[in-house]
Antibody
Framework: QVQLQESGPGLVKPSGTLSLTCAVS?????????WSWVRQPPGKGLEWIGE???????KYNPSLKSRLSMSVDKSKNQFSLKLSSVTAADTAVYYC?????????????WGRGTKVTVSS | EIVLTQSPGTLSLSPGERATLSCRAS???????LAWYQQKPGQAPRLLIF???LRATGIPDRFSGSGSGTDFTLTISRLEPEDFAVYYC????????FGQGTTVEIK
């Protein structure tokens, strides 16, 4: 059974860097999956942030690209997100998700989400 | 960027009724890469439909998807109490984007 678990600070100061990790269990980074981040500001809809392939290849939301960095750590079976120069607008619940070819790369598995607040 | 517009914003229905949700894309997308998700308060989204019309594992057959090009539809044939939630469409054809969501609420 594949499970994803987000972790990271729940509070980040304005202009700082938001860093999150998603631990993957029950799957490996040698498979042909994309590993994504999605966020949801309070009371609002879903926004795709970006994704990383097992090779380290990345795709980013153009609106966030200049502030984003994603990577995989195969030895720890986890992938990470770094978002720099954060503002209050980056306050959201952050989800990690798996995009798998069996469902045409839709997101079949999601983490439970982690709430991140940007505030001084 | 492909923009997905969902309508209506809110659908007020009673259990047992039929729900029809629309998702319109700003440009034509491959139906292979159109998905629908359900989200309940405090929970992560759940995949319902992929490739426009294929149900994900464990999804009841009262959920169905259809459409092509720029117009896609999610239909819930008979609403059960657990179906009242927010529904999002997503395209994975050119990058990835979500619609803004449709809330299905109890009338």
């Amino acid at each position: 059974q594949v499970q994803l678990q987000e972790s990271g600070p729940g509070l980040v100061k304005p202009s700082g860097t938001l860093s999150l990790t998603c631990a993957v269990s029950g799957d490996s980074f040698t498979s042909s999956n994309w590993w994504s981040w999605v966020r949801q500001p309070p009371g609002k809809g879903l926004e795709w942030i970006g994704e990383v392939y097992h090779s380290g290849l990345t795709k980013y939301n153009p609106s966030l690209k200049s502030r984003l960095s994603m990577s995989v750590d195969k030895s720890k079976n986890q992938f990470s997100l770094k978002l720099s120069s954060v503002t209050a607008a980056d306050t959201a619940v952050y989800y990690c998700a798996r995009g798998i070819i069996a469902v045409a790369y839709a997101f079949d598995i999601w983490g439970r989400g982690t709430k991140v607040t940007v505030s001084s | 960027e492909i923009v997905l517009t969902q309508s209506p914003g809110t659908l007020s229905l009673s259990p047992g009724e039929r729900a029809t949700l629309s998702c319109r894309a700003s440009q034509s997308i491959s139906s292979s890469f159109l998905a629908w998700y359900q989200q309940k308060p405090g929970q992560a989204p759940r995949l319902l439909i992929f490739s426009a019309s294929l149900r994900a594992t464990g999804i009841p057959d009262r959920f169905s998807g259809s459409g092509s090009g720029t117009d896609f539809t999610l239909t819930i044939s008979r609403l059960e109490p657990e179906d009242f939630a927010v529904y999002y469409c997503q395209q994975n054809d050119a990058s990835r984007t979500f619609g803004q969501g449709t809330t299905v609420e109890i009338k």
